[in-house]
């Protein structure tokens, strides 16, 4: 490898190898003809830990990717080669956040030009869902967010409406939304993980043909309660994980995008800070002053 740039470590939850067949490969995620393994933290890739710490004791592979690692043992599936033109401290961006954003407007939800979209959670993965749905040609983004800060940086990623639900008076979200879309999005996209929200994200989409897209992960598992008419009457609603992308076909296209100025990568880092100061980095991001903090291993 001539350049660390070239290659993109990546790992979102899953996507570690098996060799199973698919009967339709557009189907499937991930690595092409693979399936995916869910919520495996530890890591260890199925065979004896190639590290030890200074006990003995194995060091296993976070995600199986261990990114703070300066060397590290990673499965081919985790690889994907990039150009070299492209900042690492922006690259790094898209082994996560960016892409599952853009990747639910993109290829999950496939917004279409002219469509309206509501955005439940303006965090950094649903400020990238607005990024997507902005190049997709989104005419109308409703962000909805408690943060009235959020609005003003929203409108970097292409929101083009904002509402607080503190500020909504006894009225639900869902109806606030109906009112200003005369009946509804035609794209949802719930990206905090509570099934409230869930819901209601559900509940704000148009009759007939409205699509809601959780980004979210619930913490406690629940389960959602959505009207058995409405899903009767056309409405739909799905789940995913990194944005159904296939990272080593679309990552190289998102980086397309962005040396070409068309995807706004430089708006998500709000903040740099070397890796010693990585307890800084997570309070910023608890108390939501925020987005993306890049954490540079030799500054």
């Not at 469509?115 to 993965?125: E, M, N, Q, R």
């Not at 009759?207 to 009767?232: A, C, F, R, W, Y």
Request: one cysteine or more; glycine letters at 10%.
């Amino acid at each position: 490898m001539d350049s660390i740039k070239e290659m993109l470590l990546y790992q979102c939850f899953t996507l570690t190898v098996r060799n199973v067949e698919t009967a339709n490969p557009q189907r499937a995620t991930g690595a092409p003809g693979f399936a995916m393994i869910l919520y495996q933290t530890r890591g260890d890739m199925e065979m004896a830990s190639r590290f030890k710490d200074s006990s003995g004791e194995d060091i296993y592979h976070f995600f199986f990717v261990s990114s703070f690692s300066e060397y590290t043992v990673v499965d081919i599936a985790h690889l994907v080669k990039i150009s070299p033109e492209i900042p690492v401290d922006k690259a790094a961006l898209l082994s996560c956040c960016v892409s599952t954003g853009v990747g639910a407007a993109w290829k999950v939800a496939n917004v279409e030009e002219g469509s309206t979209v509501a955005i439940f959670g303006l965090g950094a993965v649903g400020l990238a869902v607005a990024e997507g749905a902005r190049l997709r040609g989104a005419a109308k983004i409703i962000g909805v967010d408690l943060n009235p800060e959020k609005f003003e940086i929203g409108k970097r990623f292409g929101i083009t409406d904002f509402v607080n639900p503190a500020l909504s008076e006894e009225k639900k979200i869902s109806q606030v939304i109906k009112e200003m879309t005369e009946g509804g999005v035609d794209y949802s996209f719930e990206c905090i993980g509570l099934t409230s929200l869930m819901e209601e994200a559900f509940n704000s989409t148009r009759t007939g043909s409205g699509k809601t897209v959780i980004l979210g992960m619930e913490k406690h598992m629940l389960p959602i309660s959505l009207g058995s008419h409405d899903l009767l009457r056309g409405r739909t609603v799905c789940g995913t994980l990194f944005g159904g992308l296939k990272p080593k076909l679309d990552i190289p296209i998102l980086v397309d995008s962005y040396l070409k100025k068309e995807l706004n990568l430089d708006g998500f880092v709000t903040h740099e800070l070397s890796f010693e100061e990585i307890n800084k980095a997570l309070d910023l991001l608890v108390k939501g002053e925020t987005i993306r903090c890049v954490l540079w291993m030799d500054k």
